[in-house]
Nanobody, 120 residues
Framework: QVQLVESGGGLVQAGGSLRLSCAAS????????MGWFRQAPGKERESVAK????????YYADSVKGRFTISRDNTKKAVYLQMNSLKPEDSAIYYC?????????????WGQGTQVTVSS
């Protein structure tokens, strides 16, 4: 029903920036809350940010607040994660995901992930 493809990951020095993109298929993209998650080796997956369908409700994890910005372009069916002032602890596979309800913790669709590696 919804397919998600992440891109934009890579290797960056600490203090640098990356912008992740998530391209979505589907006919009702604007109705979905979109989230970014990350998972580092040996650690559980954690929520990084989410944005409601219309972009009016946004959440950031405390660990990234002030450094990361989530945005979306419903005309392009895309969601972005601008990551600034990157730290080695930000290294992880980053996933975008979609849910029909901003207040749900369960997401219905997931991308394959994109690797972000921040060197010290």
């Amino acid at each position: 029903q919804v397919q998600l493809v992440e891109s934009g990951g890579g290797l960056v020095q600490a203090g640098g920036s990356l912008r992740l993109s998530c391209a979505a298929s589907g006919r009702t993209f604007s109705t979905y809350t979109m989230g970014w998650f990350r998972q580092a080796p040996g650690k559980e997956r954690e929520s990084v940010a989410k944005i409601s369908g219309g972009g009016t409700a946004i959440y950031y994890a405390d660990s990234v607040k002030g450094r990361f910005t989530i945005s979306r372009d419903n005309t392009k069916k895309a969601v972005y994660l601008q990551m600034n002032s990157l730290k080695p602890e930000d290294s992880a596979i980053y996933y975008c995901a979609a849910t029909t309800n901003y207040y749900r913790s369960t997401y219905d669709y997931w991308g394959q992930g994109t690797q972000v590696t921040v060197s010290s």
